[in-house]
């Protein structure tokens, strides 16, 4: 059975800091794309960052880049997504997925699902 565990996510002020972790089971961990994906009150789900395991290739939405970083551990099959330079805006449930559903389009490929979807966290950026 594929498990996706996401956890870490909490509350601060903004300019500051968290790490989620992204803790998986039940697949080859290189066999998937994982993800974060986020979703505030009133708007779409938005994909956050991706990695590819098997090769370590990222994808960064343009509202994250130079804030975010994700990571993987092979050994813990744990996907972590470090978020720095919070903001306000960056308050929303965030959500690990596996075996990432891609869009591409005009020479543009962007993340809109999973096949496998943790319960969410919850991060709260106050101003």
């Known amino acids: 059975e594929v498990q996706v565990v996401e956890s870490g996510g909490g509350w601060v002020q903004a300019g500051g800091s968290l790490r989620l972790s992204c803790a998986t089971s039940?697949?080859?961990?290189?066999?998937?794309?994982i993800g974060w994906f986020r979703q505030a009150p009133g708007k779409e789900r938005e994909g956050v960052s991706c990695?590819?395991?098997?090769?370590?290739?990222?994808y960064y939405a343009d509202s994250v880049k130079g804030r975010f970083t994700i990571s993987s551990d092979n050994a813990k099959k744990t996907v972590y997504l470090q978020m720095n330079s919070l903001k306000p805006e960056d308050t929303a449930v965030y959500y690990c997925?596996?075996?990432?559903?891609?869009?591409?389009?005009?020479?543009?490929?962007?993340?809109?699902?999973?096949?496998?979807w943790g319960q969410g966290t919850q991060v709260t950026v106050s101003s």
């Open positions: 997925a596996a075996d990432i559903i891609w869009m591409n389009l005009y020479g543009s490929k962007w993340p809109v699902g999973g096949g496998y």
């Open positions: 039940g697949f080859t961990f290189d066999a998937f794309d």
């Open positions: 990695i590819s395991v098997s090769d370590g290739s990222t």
